[in-house]
């Protein structure tokens, strides 16, 4: 244990013992400390020091780390090592813990929680607040306050007749009283005698209250037994019909442990299953496959303007099931692709009047890229996404309904999780599948303080079923490429990747007094005595197991990647993935029953055409389109004759084309375009007058309101579009013509939206700064404090000043000093206001004076500067040494 000659009386002067390392790792651990950049090393410690910054760090503390926190809370100010040592393993010992609290209370004094020597240990006095025993905030421990904080408002007289029942001698003030009282109660032996002579009745109650919460009710005249525990002052009263359990007498009950079980050790990810790495692969490989082939659906639906968007922003609920059924997905399923297609920069507002959703042209340039890219691009976009897709059809703080691609979706943890997620997967080996439930105590474990604790675990969740439809798991596991996407080598290891948990054998008993009781809020009657304060709970004073015991762990660490090695993964990943995607085909296999078998991916131009010319009847490893009179008649309308058709079938067929669908097209095409329809509002004209009669004589034909012009021109009282769509729910084949007479060939109009980028992740906090920005901080800092704390002399018209007090003297003062350091080249510290007000100390070697202007060499800065004199508040002299 270590221990200092002169230990820092403050947090500030613990900080400036640090070398540049340390203080490097508390920005990096704590990277709100930096924004702005602290002007000193008193004004660092002095945020590290806010309650929200506090509340920030211990939020990211693991379990273990946490509960050293708590136990400092709960221990003397400041306390020893072994004080420390002793609440976390209990008088027994723990061999588990005393191997794990070296590197939890090096987590703490790294993160600025704890400062000062191994014989001085001090906690930050806001998370001694935030973690210390309250009537208002009880502690994590389920300890009470002490006896000395029980019995403040206790007269004199009580606190002898204390004394006297537990057979101390008296004393002459209470404060001696108090004292004799708390020694003891930290006595093992002879509390063991005390609480041994009691009633079962009394050990009953105190067993009950051991753990938690230590507030309990009785009636105005209490039991004997309870009578007794109040006479020794094992029970203190707090309030009328509240007693409390005094912390002292709760750990000498708990065998000296703060924590009815401390967890030293991380629960291990356990594996549910292993496969083949090979299977693994190529399942994960096929998913990445219809990932692709899913979005490229999605948003060829929404080819020619998609969904409208809704006055709040959105996918309303209609479109969403609309687009589900589109996908033959489930609608979580469609709000996942719909959410990753906008977080990938594909999709997005066209931002015009009529406000609709559509493809971007970003989609244009991802079409063209290889298969392996297309999928590195997605991967990439959900692993750094902010928008939680699996929020779609809940509701908010206000009871909001939350939509696809709408607003209150953004979770700032999202990305967090999924990469830890995915790293405790890279921690397995190859081929292994974790089980679920190991995963979600893994994570809780890790971040225990966490206000959004449900919801990491149930991003968690997410991030399994996500990783599985995106193809970066397979079967469960961590894909080869998933490992890359990470920065992580096959094999579950990592240059980047660092152990960060030990493994000790745990051989040791680990008794306690009494047995886990239930802790119910609730007196007789449903009334809360007076004083109990609203919200804490207490235990009504009747009525039972079980001790939780760590579990031994390895922890795999994966460092977030910064955007440029993350690029450099992701393209490591493609490549990785490219030899296990299919290779796109050139060929169908047309067979008998009008439909084609496509037996893998096709080429897009392949697949573009067989797209108009036949519907899709069903997918899988294997694409089945179907021909029909209606998909021939639509690859008529965009253009295509016959012939055209003949030589398509023909020329990408490994079969020969069967007859009955050269007949289909045939057939389609001899009575494509027999019928014109034009506007007149709308008109039919056939050469045909007889198919001009049997269109008048159907009475299907009674809603188009048609007459007849001329033998050969009927006129209709519809647009042109809902009399195409009459007559061909006839059964005629119409084909729409210009002004001019000429056929109308329909093509498909691909709406764009204008170039749009892809929305940005919310921040978790400050971004973690580099190592660029974490050396030039701390460069000024250093800089700032040497400023601050420089000694000087005292200019003889200015009063004494306190610490960190900017200098004050007259502006002829100021000139006069200033010149003088000219010529003799000494150092000066001046207060100085810049042009936003911001004041602060340098240090100065003055070069010339003049203008109104002082040139020096400022050693803060480290380079020459130029300051405007009127914006000197003071200057002094250092001291010679």
């Not at 094992?234 to 442990?257: D, I, K, Y």
């Not at 067979?591 to 573009?608: C, E, H, I, Y």
């Not at 007859?659 to 056939?686: E, F, K, M, N």
Request: charged share 20%; glycine share 8%.
């Amino acid at each position: 244990m270590s221990s200092s000659a002169n230990p820092p009386r403050s947090l500030a002067e613990a900080l400036r013992g640090r070398d540049d390392g340390s203080l490097a790792a508390l920005l990096r651990a704590r990277p709100d400390l930096i924004t702005p950049v602290p002007t000193d090393l008193t004004q660092l410690a002095t945020r590290a020091g806010t309650r929200a910054s506090v509340v920030r760090a211990l939020e990211r503390l693991d379990r273990f780390a946490l509960q050293a926190a708590e136990a400092l809370a709960v221990a003397a100010d400041p306390a020893p090592y072994d004080e420390l040592l002793a609440l976390l393993a209990g008088d027994g010992g723990d061999p588990a813990v005393a191997a794990a609290l070296p590197k939890a209370l090096a987590t703490l004094r790294e993160q600025a929680l704890v400062w000062g020597a191994d014989d001085r240990l001090r906690l930050v006095r806001t998370a001694r607040e935030l973690l210390a025993p309250s009537p208002q905030h009880p502690s994590p421990t389920g300890l009470g306050p002490t006896v000395q904080e029980a019995t403040a408002g206790m007269s004199p007289g009580r606190v002898q007749e204390i004394v006297a029942a537990a057979g101390l001698p008296s004393t002459h003030d209470a404060v001696s009283a108090v004292a004799a009282l708390t020694a003891l109660f930290r006595d093992r032996r002879r509390m063991t005698k005390l609480v041994g002579g009691l009633p079962e009745e009394s050990r009953e109650v105190l067993s009950r209250l051991v753990w938690g919460p230590p507030y309990g009710q009785v009636t105005p005249d209490p039991a004997p037994h309870l009578r007794r525990l109040l006479d020794l002052g094992l029970l203190v009263p707090t309030a009328p019909g509240t007693v409390v359990l005094p912390r002292e007498v709760a750990l000498h009950l708990r065998g000296g442990r703060a924590h009815r079980a401390a967890e030293p050790l991380a629960p291990a990810v356990e594996a549910a299953a292993t496969h083949r790495p090979q299977v693994v692969d190529a399942t994960a490989a096929g998913q990445a496959y219809t990932a692709l082939a899913t979005v490229e659906e999605l948003l060829k639906d929404w080819d020619e303007g998609g969904p409208a968007v809704l006055r709040a922003g959105g996918l309303s609920v209609r479109d969403l099931k609309r687009t589900a059924v589109a996908l033959d997905v489930a609608e979580p399923v469609a709000a996942f692709w719909v959410e990753l297609s906008y977080a990938a920069g594909l999709v997005a507002s066209d931002g015009e009047a009529d406000e609709r959703y559509a493809a971007t042209p970003a989609y244009d340039e991802w079409l063209e890229q290889p298969a392996a890219q297309r999928w590195a691009r997605l991967a990439e976009a959900w692993l750094a996404a902010t928008r939680t897709a699996g929020l779609v059809g809940g509701r908010d703080a206000k009871d909001r309904a939350l939509s696809a691609l709408g607003p209150g979706l953004d979770r700032s943890a999202a990305p967090e999780v999924r990469h830890r997620v995915l790293t405790l997967l890279a921690g397995l080996p190859e081929g292994a599948s974790p089980s679920p439930a190991s995963v979600l105590a893994r994570l809780r474990w890790e971040r225990p303080q966490r206000r959004e604790e449900d919801l990491r675990v149930r991003l968690a969740e997410w991030t399994l079923t996500e990783a599985e439809l995106l193809g970066v798991t397979g079967r469960g596991a961590l894909s080869g490429h998933g490992r890359a996407l990470l920065g992580a080598p096959a094999g579950g290891g990592s240059a980047r990747a660092s152990v960060a948990g030990r493994a000790a054998a745990s051989d040791g008993s680990r008794g306690s007094y009494g047995s886990r009781g239930s802790a119910t809020a609730s007196a007789a009657g449903g009334s809360r005595p007076a004083g109990l304060p609203a919200g804490l709970p207490s235990v009504p004073l009747d009525g039972g197991p079980g001790d939780k015991l760590p579990v031994h762990h390895v922890t795999p660490v994966l460092e977030p990647l910064s955007p440029a090695e993350q690029a450099v993964a992701s393209a490591a990943a493609a490549r990785i993935l490219a030899p296990l995607l299919p290779e796109p085909l050139d060929h169908v296999l047309l067979q008998a029953d009008l439909t084609a078998v496509a037996p893998g991916p096709l080429q897009r131009p392949l697949a573009d055409v067989l797209d108009v010319l036949a519907d899709v009847e069903s997918k899988g490893g294997a694409t089945v389109y179907r021909f029909t009179p209606g998909s021939v008649r639509r690859a008529l309308d965009a253009g295509q004759s016959a012939s055209d058709l003949h030589a398509f079938l023909t020329a990408h067929s490994r079969t020969p084309v069967p007859q009955p669908l050269t007949y289909l097209i045939d057939d389609v095409a001899r009575r494509h375009g027999h019928l014109r329809v034009g506007a007149a509002s709308a008109y039919v004209r056939c050469d045909d007058d007889a198919v001009l009669n049997e269109i008048l004589l159907d009475k299907r034909a009674a809603s188009l309101r048609l007459r007849r012009l001329a033998p050969t021109v009927l006129a209709a009282q519809a647009d042109p579009a809902t009399l195409l769509d009459g007559l061909r729910a006839m059964g005629f084949a119409p084909a729409a013509e210009s002004a001019d007479g000429d056929v109308l060939i329909a093509r498909a109009h691909a709406h764009r939206t204008p170039p749009r980028t892809a929305p940005e992740p919310v921040p978790d906090g400050p971004p973690i700064p580099d190592g660029t920005l974490l050396t030039a901080a701390i460069r000024a800092i250093r800089a700032g404090d040497l400023a601050s704390t420089a000694p000087r002399k005292q200019p003889p018209s200015a009063s004494p000043s306190a610490p960190g007090d900017l200098p004050r003297t007259s502006s002829a003062e100021t000139l006069a000093t200033m010149q003088a350091a000219v010529l003799t080249g000494e150092a000066l510290w001046i207060g100085y206001v810049n042009a936003e007000g911001t004041a602060s100390q340098r240090v100065i070697a003055p070069v010339r004076v003049e203008g109104g202007f002082v040139t020096a060499y400022d050693h803060t800065a480290d380079e020459v500067r130029t300051y405007p004199l009127h914006r000197v508040t003071g200057v002094a002299e250092l001291a010679e040494d």
